[in-house]
């Protein structure tokens, strides 16, 4: 039996799914990042194999544990077809690097693309839908629209973002956590020019932060941002010459921001605090700007013309993806906001699991040939 793979590539972990030609997912494989620009080629190639034998070992019987099932002999392929999603591959050279090694390794030559891609995996599963967006809002984010292409392809139409920490990332945990210091910075600002007794800038969402770094003054957060990266390898005691130094300390400065995400989701929907909420609002209308470069308005105004690779909300899928809109509350805003501005979108899903959904798709493309 040939089997039908996909991988879900990104910086935090790898995920493999492997399906039947039904569509039934046989078996499943989790490994370490495999971020391609951050890892380089051989380990992203080697995070791949150990993801994918593992995947294979879950079920295929008598796989001892250190036993290597990749690649397979040229007279026994595993693998019918196979999609690989790669968070870090954004250029027709990136995917043409990949191919090669990936062959070799699976034995068939596997369609390569961003891992937006996966993500739009269930246009193939509805036929009332001619168009999907991904929407990714994790640690970072970015959207993409597609439509149906040939087999399992998927034909990319627009794309916005996903240009990392430094320079975009726009709804993603380190906007949300950056823009959460900026507000409360910005709150202290024009505070300053009242009175020190008339001043008012009590938050959950202030407090939350600022307990979680162990300081007083909200003016310590600017230390806590531009405080410089720890060397690489180097042990606490290697960075500041002693046992207690802040925690701080030992995360990149992108991490420092991105793990507040938490603390302002709780502050938003547990505490309800106005604060936390203008945060929320203010990066679910800068990624939803984004989603709106890929729309175009339900009826066209006379004498107006659109970009052709534009999409109308009521023919699209929308598919969310990410630990962010995975908190039903801030996909709400997200949907509100898109309303708002007259978009509805003719369905919405939330995608947990990016290689579960390729490799259905995958399927569905090889009983349609």
Same mark, same amino acid.
């Given at each position: 039996?040939?089997? $039908?793979?996909?991988? &879900?590539?990104?910086?935090?972990?790898?995920?493999?799914?492997?399906?039947?030609?039904?569509?039934?997912?046989?078996?499943?494989?989790?490994?370490?990042?495999?971020?391609?620009?951050?890892?380089?080629?051989?380990?992203?190639?080697?995070?791949?194999?150990?993801?994918?034998?593992?995947?294979?070992?879950?079920?295929?019987? &008598?796989?001892?544990?250190?036993?290597?099932?990749?690649?397979?002999?040229?007279?026994?392929?595993?693998?019918?077809?196979?999609?690989?999603?790669?968070?870090?591959?954004?250029?027709?050279? +990136?995917?043409?690097?990949?191919?090669?090694?990936?062959?070799?390794?699976?034995?068939?030559?596997?369609?390569?693309?961003?891992?937006?891609?996966?993500? +739009?995996?269930?246009?193939?599963?509805?036929?009332?839908?001619? *168009?999907?967006?991904?929407? /990714?809002?994790?640690?970072?984010?970015?959207?993409?629209?597609?439509?149906?292409?040939?087999?399992? #392809?998927?034909?990319?139409?627009?794309?916005?973002?996903?240009?990392?920490?430094?320079?975009?990332?726009?709804?993603?945990?380190?906007?949300?956590?950056?823009?959460?210091?900026?507000?409360?910075?910005?709150?202290?600002?024009?505070?300053?020019?009242?009175?020190?007794?008339?001043?008012?800038?009590?938050?959950?969402?202030?407090?939350?932060?600022?307990?979680?770094?162990?300081?007083?003054?909200?003016?310590?957060?600017?230390?806590?941002?531009?405080?410089?990266?720890?060397?690489?390898?180097?042990?606490?005691?290697?960075?500041?010459?002693?046992?207690?130094?802040?925690? $701080?300390?030992?995360? /990149?400065?992108?991490?420092?921001?991105?793990?507040?995400?938490?603390?302002?989701?709780?502050? *938003?929907?547990?505490?309800?605090?106005?604060?936390?909420?203008?945060?929320?609002?203010?990066?679910?209308?800068?990624?939803?700007?984004?989603?709106?470069?890929?729309?175009?308005?339900?009826?066209?105004?006379?004498?107006?013309?659109?970009?052709?690779?534009?999409?109308?909300?009521?023919?699209?899928?929308?598919?969310?993806?990410?630990?962010?809109?995975?908190?039903?509350?801030? #996909?709400?805003?997200?949907?509100?906001?898109?309303?708002?501005?007259?978009?509805?979108?003719?369905?919405?899903?939330?995608?947990?699991?990016? +290689?579960?959904?390729?490799?259905?798709?995958?399927? +569905?493309?090889?009983?349609? #040939?």
């Amino acid at each position: 039996m040939s089997y $039908y793979l996909s991988v &879900d590539c990104g910086g935090s972990k790898t995920a493999a799914a492997i399906a039947d030609s039904a569509g039934n997912i046989l078996g499943r494989g989790q490994g370490g990042p495999s971020n391609f620009a951050y890892l380089g080629l051989p380990n992203f190639i080697q995070a791949v194999t150990e993801t994918v034998n593992a995947a294979l070992k879950s079920f295929i019987p &008598d796989s001892g544990s250190t036993q290597t099932l990749l690649p397979p002999p040229p007279n026994a392929p595993l693998f019918a077809s196979a999609w690989l999603g790669v968070s870090g591959v954004d250029s027709n050279a +990136a995917v043409a690097r990949l191919i090669p090694p990936l062959t070799a390794l699976l034995g068939v030559e596997p369609i390569v693309a961003n891992d937006t891609h996966l993500l +739009a995996a269930p246009l193939r599963l509805h036929e009332d839908v001619s *168009a999907a967006i991904g929407c /990714v809002s994790g640690t970072g984010g970015i959207v993409v629209s597609f439509k149906q292409g040939e087999g399992a #392809r998927l034909e990319e139409l627009g794309r916005v973002g996903g240009w990392g920490w430094i320079l975009g990332d726009e709804g993603g945990g380190f906007h949300v956590g950056r823009e959460a210091v900026r507000q409360i910075l910005w709150d202290e600002d024009r505070a300053s020019v009242h009175p020190p007794e008339k001043r008012n800038t009590a938050s959950t969402l202030k407090t939350r932060i600022l307990e979680r770094f162990g300081i007083d003054d909200p003016f310590e957060l600017l230390t806590i941002v531009h405080w410089p990266d720890p060397a690489p390898g180097a042990s606490p005691a290697e960075d500041e010459k002693g046992a207690d130094t802040p925690a $701080y300390t030992r995360m /990149v400065r992108e991490k420092r921001l991105s793990s507040l995400a938490p603390l302002v989701f709780a502050a *938003a929907f547990e505490d309800k605090d106005p604060l936390a909420l203008r945060v929320l609002g203010l990066t679910t209308r800068e990624l939803v700007d984004q989603i709106c470069v890929l729309l175009r308005p339900e009826a066209d105004e006379a004498g107006k013309t659109y970009p052709e690779r534009t999409v109308k909300a009521s023919e699209t899928i929308l598919c969310f993806g990410g630990s962010l809109v995975g908190v039903e509350a801030y #996909r709400k805003m997200l949907l509100d906001e898109l309303e708002r501005r007259g978009h509805v979108m003719k369905r919405v899903t939330f995608i947990d699991d990016a +290689a579960v959904a390729g490799a259905k798709a995958l399927a +569905a493309a090889g009983r349609a #040939r």
